[in-house]
T-cell receptor, first 110, second 113 residues
Framework: DAKTTQPPSMDCAEGRAANLPCNHS???????VYWYRQIHSQGPQYIIH???NNETNEMASLIITEDRKSSTLILPHATLRDTAVYYC???????????FGAGTRLFVKA | GAVVSQHPSWVICKSGTSVKIECRSL??????MFWYRQFPKQSLMLMAT?????????EQGVEKDKFLINHASLTLSTLTVTSAHPEDSSFYIC?????????FGPGTRLTVL
């Protein structure tokens, strides 16, 4: 079973920040938090990952709470092309065996 | 990032026939590859872990004799759906790991008539 809990859907206005929450209260010390997204009828796309520090790249920012039990993915300026299902996954990179939960369906509206 | 390709991108076949799907890591070597299946409006379901040079490890409930997996080289894994039936119609996705990321293929849509 997936180790994360995410809201099933969220809306965001185009140009605004999209904040996608994820709960992973049973995460262990050697597990990373990964975020992927899947645009309709495509393979999942890697977004970002982190262990305990906040991370930022050209796509998004990842904020992990100090106790590591939850995190938030931030898309700073959402566009219509960001409409997708976003998956939060906890993963031990030693194996890469990735179990997907239901994810959050993000709708970016004009 | 690294690239994973799948071939074909879509296939339509008659019930009872077998279909082979190829998964290639184009610019990295993947000791381990994974195969997923995704039904409409559902999440990805892990089917099996494909290990180069050894037998695949199947998830509970996945029929190993129906979904044959071969991982003959570090850049190629194949999934063969044998004696396909309409209920096998789905979106099949493979992935391979490199460094700290897992890269997914674009998927293959299988329709069994």
């Amino acid at each position: 079973d997936a180790k994360t809990t995410q809201p099933p859907s969220m809306d965001c206005a185009e140009g605004r920040a999209a904040n996608l929450p994820c709960n992973h209260s049973t995460i262990s010390g050697n597990e990373y938090v990964y975020w992927y997204r899947q645009i309709h009828s495509q393979g999942p796309q890697y977004i970002i990952h982190g262990l305990k520090n906040n991370e930022t790249n050209e796509m998004a920012s990842l904020i992990i709470t100090e106790d590591r039990k939850s995190s938030t993915l931030i898309l700073p300026h959402a566009t219509l092309r960001d409409t997708a299902v976003y998956y939060c996954i906890v993963l031990n990179t030693g194996g890469f065996k990735t179990i997907f939960g239901a994810g959050t369906r993000l709708f970016v509206k004009a | 990032g690294a690239v994973v390709s799948q071939h074909p991108s879509w296939v339509i076949c008659k019930s009872g026939t077998s279909v082979k799907i190829e998964c290639r890591s184009l610019d990295f070597q993947a000791t381990t590859m994974f195969w997923y299946r995704q039904f409409p409006k559902q999440s990805l379901m892990l089917m099996a872990t494909s290990n180069e040079g050894s037998k695949a490890t199947y998830e509970q409930g996945v029929e190993k004799d129906k979904f044959l997996i071969n991982h003959a080289s570090l850049t190629l894994s194949t999934l063969t759906v044998t004696s396909a039936h309409p209920e096998d119609s789905s979106f099949y996705i493979c992935s391979g790991g490199a460094t700290n990321e897992q890269f997914f293929g674009p998927g293959t849509r299988l329709t069994v008539l």
